[in-house]
């Protein structure tokens, strides 16, 4: 038995499931920025310090010195407002791909394959610090994305 002749790129958005589940993934993660940026906003700086305190006296940590300390002197409006336009623009840029993708759009698999690129670095560097199934499934899942990304170019391309 002869194995089958490789097909042409099919540029129909209907026939890459791979590229949707992607999208979808992409689209989450945009969602949860967006949703921590409101967050951030809606509860303020004041809020977050006291919850800082107070979950640190309950792991009975001292927040009034060392590291905690200086986080909590870094929760300032200015700060918040900052983190959570930041997680806007990261939400815009997840939304992006995820539609670029959802469309079979071979920007969105670019954009796609650079961003999950670069976090490989970091992936390999946590599964090092922290060995443990939670990191190797996060390695993983990237691996498999970046894959997934860079077969679908690769279709386009010979296509």
Request: no cysteine; hydrophobic share 55%; net charge positive.
């Amino acid at each position: 038995m002869s194995p089958a002749p490789p097909r042409g790129y099919d540029p129909d958005p209907r026939h890459h499931p791979g590229l949707h589940l992607i999208a979808l993934f992409e689209a989450f993660k945009g969602a949860l920025a967006l949703a921590s940026a409101s967050g951030l906003e809606l509860l303020g700086p004041d809020w977050i310090r006291h919850a800082i305190r107070v979950l640190t006296w309950r792991l009975h940590l001292h927040p009034e010195r060392g590291p905690i300390a200086h986080l909590l002197d870094a929760i300032n409006p200015h700060a918040v407002h900052m983190t959570a336009l930041f997680l806007i623009g990261y939400a815009a840029l997840r939304f992006a791909e995820a539609w670029g993708l959802w469309r079979a759009r071979a920007w969105g698999s670019w954009l796609g394959l650079i961003s999950a690129a670069l976090y490989l670095p970091l992936d390999v560097g946590a599964l090092l610090r922290h060995p443990g199934w939670l990191s190797a499934a996060v390695l993983i899942i990237n691996l498999v994305v970046v894959y997934a990304l860079a077969r679908d170019l690769w279709r386009r391309r010979r296509h």
